[in-house]
């Protein structure tokens, strides 16, 4: 049965093609989205998740990624904004983990053409990133006063999600509604005007206020501008019961573009819930067209003459809006569609396969609580909801502009901005529901104000006209009068079920985030580490609001700017292969400036407290430390500044190294190797501690012992590893050079260009997110403490016959009798509290994960000439890696990713293993490496008894063994095995 709607004024113009949708042969029309395509079918489930249920189209604005299906052999591509061509075979995406989908998975073919030597660069006067209401307002505006504009848009039509354009497919004899027409106009002028307006590109990166990184036509470009302004729009807010994940549920915004732009029903029977008027008009839109309605549930009450002042308002400053708004009404009245006020949506019921059967509501008191006895359902097969935005300010937050925090329905951060849309950073201007929700009068304000704004920067002339603040004035007035109208009763999350989806991407439930909370871990931070919540495809849009808000309710804590996920890039998943361009190598890490990155939780004193034993440092190191010395009976506390396993540790890759880094053999090395080579005896030590400490725990750390291979490409590289495997086999170290065709057999997936590697058996993987949360849990159980936003401000040894140190901190006094230094990159700061030199430097590096792929690579790959370290987690990622240069952000304070870093390991990445082509990645993130000369440093301080230093770079690698090594010394003052080659003593 078609799902096509009609419209008088409106035919169909797209000429009939056929494609195939997993082997089922279909028509749709040239011009129209893959999804929308599928609608028309009724076909509704899209991908297939790890633990075997499907996803649908839900947000259908390319955001969530739900919608992925394979496109003659391109992966992981979004039905939404895919348009449909003739002879396409489509395939549902398959889960990496779905048996009958290993090989059409990994036959995935390079999703982009191959990339030149460089990106594409462009000069720009004035880049604006988004085309709807504001973004061409503020084209077009800067445009008039001179300025070369270009605008920049994912979406297949100009117009954004405000306007929404018909799709190419369809065609109107005459004007439409005004909405449409406004649309059409302004995108006329933008054009006439001189714009230049590139649709579907990919925005993946605000690399500064004046770089912008894109990919146009399947290319890598670069954009320098001299101004920049980002009008990015805003995505709907989720919102969580059971079944809401179901194919069938779905965005209103989703089901406005299928209907308005593509002429297409979500469903046969439909019901829409949410809160505003948005709702209504696509239930006008759905019945107009011949769409059946079941019902449109509002979340607020009905109007009523308590509301006299507001309507009032609204009538004075959008009177047209206002009647939009009752001719709405009075056409589903007419159509006979109940408009449920005070009514939502208890749960969506169905087929884990076939997708949503039935919707159940009930009414809401005026507290938001369910009205006993008025359940009721609805038997539907799409439900569109529509419950408020959230600002897309990932691009803003990515450059350090200032936000604020927004406590309306869940909660959300705000690009701070003045009238102009002038944010905090020079030069970077934001407006439009991509700084804070206003709807699109106030974004088109707002636009036409900036551009004209940025203009005069670059000394054109020109001015708003004196309209347009008055348009704007009037437009927020209208906004907060029609909130107040449509004022819901306030969100409570402790009334959805523990089952309950919060996460979509990674299938975590309300019920594992609480169980988190329960355990201490409350922060956002914590729980995606421990959870992977906020680590999928759609990066976290759709679960971390929700999740800060759980947080809220539950700990009572106030929501700061600071609690949300730093930005990250790319701020949507980006094809592998577009990025890869070589850069040139260097030796060994580049050491770096370690400010405190700290972002305390507690501040509150604390009464004195009193510990034998004191580590500084709550990282895999300080964790492993508390682990053994509990163990052995010390009283211990560990001390962390932050919150554990947040800074290096939890930015940890996970690799297990045994044999030699690169830049720790030969020319590259420092110390000439010696150091780092004298270390060769503790990796498989601290591996079997791993094993150990894993079957201790009880957990699944995901420690794996792969083996590890050191690929060659050259003869030069071949003669390198072969004097390496040398050196390691004369220190105990298991390892061979295998030829190519061993290579081959080992790891089939790798290139056929490499001449062979280094296979050292002993390495490995483990899961930094997991591990040192078991390790300290343990450890606790054992009687260690823990102590964190607690910063260590002086240390003062303690004079006489009574032995020991007062530690001063941020939160109190700690009386110690010995303290041990586990700070890692910032141990020389609290070496120079007592006057000890300690030559310890960070240096911060960055990493890479793709989207789940099949088994790939099993092993831990690294290169001979090249910065390259390679795995493949439990969940199908690439994690990426090598050394490559991450950058401080003095104003954001964090360590982020560079774009030359990204380009050159995905580079080298690529020609290791060429079915990377084939993959989006999905996040990168800076962590931070510990740099002395190759070898730790362990062992009392000469000249300062009770201190100790537990300090290694490799840290995730070797924590356990330094740490039982340190902790033997505590115990029994001496260690069986020869630290003597770690000793501080050595740089005297």
């Known amino acids: 049965m078609t799902a096509r709607l009609t419209h008088p004024l409106i035919q169909s113009t797209g000429r009939p093609v056929f494609f195939s949708y997993d082997g089922q042969t279909l028509q749709a029309l040239e011009g129209e989205t893959i999804a929308a395509a599928l609608a028309a079918h009724g076909i509704r489930s899209l991908r297939h998740t790890r633990d075997g249920q499907r996803r649908g189209l839900y947000c259908g604005m390319g955001a969530c990624q739900e919608c992925l299906v394979t496109v003659d052999g391109l992966g992981s591509q979004r039905a939404c904004l895919t348009k449909v061509q003739d002879g396409q075979v489509v395939t549902a995406a398959l889960a ?9 998975q990994a036959a995935t073919r390079s999703l982009t053409p191959p990339p030149q030597k460089e990106p594409n660069t462009i000069q720009v006067e004035v880049l604006v990133v988004g085309a709807g209401p504001a973004g061409l307002s503020a084209a077009l505006a800067a445009r008039k006063s001179g300025a070369k504009v ?113 002429r297409v029903a979500p469903g046969q029977r439909v019901v829409i819930a949410g809160n505003g008027p948005l709702n209504l008009q696509l239930a006008v839109e759905l019945v107009r067209g011949g769409a059946k309605v079941l019902a449109v549930l509002e979340s607020a009450p009905r109007p009523s003459l308590r509301h006299w002042r507001e309507l009032l308002l609204a009538g004075r400053t959008g009177a047209d809006l206002l009647l939009d708004g009752a001719l709405a ?22 087929h884990a396969e076939r997708g949503l059967d039935t919707v159940c509501a009930a009414q809401l008191d005026g507290q938001g609580q369910l009205v006993p006895g008025s359940e009721r359902n609805f038997e539907a097969d799409a439900l569109c909801v529509g419950y408020g935005f959230i600002p897309s300010t990932e691009l803003p937050r990515m450059l350090g502009c200032q936000h604020r925090f927004v406590a309306r329905h869940l909660g959300y951060l705000a690009t701070v901005t003045d009238e102009e849309g002038r944010s905090s950073l020079p030069g970077v201007w934001v407006v439009g529901d991509g700084a804070d929700m206003g709807g699109s009068r106030v974004a088109a304000a707002r636009g036409s104000l900036a551009g004209y704004a940025a203009a005069r920067q670059l000394g054109y002339s020109g001015d708003a006209p004196a309209q347009t603040r008055q348009q704007l004035q009037r437009a927020l007035d209208f906004q907060r009068a029609l909130w107040a109208i449509y004022q819901a009763p306030e969100l409570d999350l402790s009334k959805v079920p523990d089952d309950t989806l919060l996460c979509r991407c990674e299938n975590i439930s309300f019920g594992d985030v609480r169980a988190q909370i329960a355990a201490g871990r409350d922060t956002l931070a914590a729980i995606k580490r421990n959870t992977r919540l906020g680590m999928g495809r759609c990066q976290g849009r759709y679960c971390a609001n929700v999740a800060a808000r759980l947080l809220h309710e539950t700990r009572g804590a106030n929501t700061t700017t600071e609690q949300y996920f730093a930005p990250r890039v790319p701020v949507r998943p980006l094809p592998a292969g577009v990025l890869a361009f070589e850069k040139p190598e260097w030796g060994g890490h ?55 396993n947040l800074q290096a540790s939890g930015a940890n890759a996970g690799s297990l190294h045994v044999q030699l880094l690169s830049f720790d053999f030969g020319d590259k090395a420092q110390q000439g190797g010696g150091p780092a080579a004298a270390t060769l005896p503790l990796g498989p030590m601290s591996v079997r501690l791993w094993q150990q400490i894993q079957d201790d725990c009880g957990e699944d750390l995901e420690v794996k012992i792969t083996g590890g291979l050191m690929v060659a490409d050259s003869a030069k590289g071949m003669d390198f590893l072969q004097a390496k495997v040398a050196l390691e086999r004369s220190h105990g170290i298991e390892a061979h050079v295998v030829d190519g065709g061993e290579l081959r057999r080992l790891s089939p997936s790798l290139s056929p260009k490499l001449l062979g590697a ?42 006489g016959a009574q032995a020991g140190f007062t530690v001063y901190t941020s939160r109190g006094v700690i009386h110690a009798g010995r303290v041990v230094n586990a700070s890692g990159a910032w141990s020389s700061a609290v070496g120079d509290m007592l006057g000890v030199k300690i030559p310890v430097k960070g240096a911060p590096l960055q990493m890479i994960v793709t989207e789940p792929a099949p088994p790939m690579v099993r092993h831990l790959i690294a290169h001979a000439d090249r910065h390259l370290s390679m795995k493949q987690a439990a969940t199908g990622g690439l994690i990426i890696g ?32 060429p079915a990377l082509s084939g993959l989006h990645v999905l996040r990168t993130w800076a962590g931070m490496n510990v740099n002395i000369d190759g070898a730790p440093i362990l062992g009392e301080v000469p000249g300062v008894p009770g201190f100790f230093n537990a300090v290694t770079s490799n840290g995730y690698t070797l924590a356990p063994i330094v740490a039982k090594l340190v902790t033997e010394l505590l115990v029994h003052g001496h260690t069986d095995f020869d630290i003597r080659p770690y000793s501080l003593s050595r740089f005297l």
């Not at 990496?96 to 059409?104: E, K, T, V, W």
Request: glycine share 10%; aromatic share 8%.
């Open 758 to 799: 280094e296979w050292c058996p002993m390495e490995g993987k483990i899961n930094p997110l997991r591990a040192t949360y078991a390790v300290a849990r343990r450890a606790t159980e054992f009687g260690a403490r823990f102590l964190r936003s607690c910063n260590v401000e002086r240390i003062e040894p303690k004079v």
């Open 882 to 913: 090598g050394g490559w240069t991450a950058a401080y952000n003095d104003r954001m304070r964090l360590n982020q990713t560079e774009r030359s870093s990204i380009e050159g390991n995905l580079w080298v990445a690529n020609q290791v293993l």
């Open 150 to 262: 270009t605008v920049l848009d994912e979406r297949p039509q100009t117009g954004g999600q405000f306007y929404k354009p018909l799709a190419p497919s369809q065609v109107a004899g005459q004007a439409l509604d005004k909405q449409f027409t406004d649309g059409l106009r302004l995108t006329r002028n933008v054009l006439v005007a001189g714009v230049e307006i590139q649709q579907g590109a990919q925005v993946w990166a605000a690399l500064s206020a004046t770089e912008v990184g894109a990919v146009v036509d399947g290319h890598a470009t670069v954009y320098h501008c001299q101004q920049l302004v980002i009008a990015a729009g805003a995505y709907e807010r989720p919102v969580s019961f059971p079944g809401w994940t179901l194919p069938g549920v779905m965005t209103t915004g989703a089901g406005q573009t299928l209907a308005r732009a593509y």
């Open 96 to 104: 990496p983990n779905a048996p009958d989908g290993l090989a059409s």
């Open 590 to 644: 580049r050491p770096a400036i370690t400010p405190n990155l700290a972002r305390p939780r507690e501040t509150e004193a604390l009464a004195p407290q009193k510990a034998d034993v004191l580590v500084i440092g709550g990282g895999v190191l300080g964790a492993n430390l508390a682990y053994f010395l509990a163990q052995a009976g010390q009283d211990v506390l560990v001390v962390e500044r932050d919150d554990i």
């Open 329 to 350: 009404l009075a056409t589903l009245r007419r159509f006979g569609v109940p408009v449920l006020w005070g009514h939502t949506v208890t749960s969506a019921r169905g």
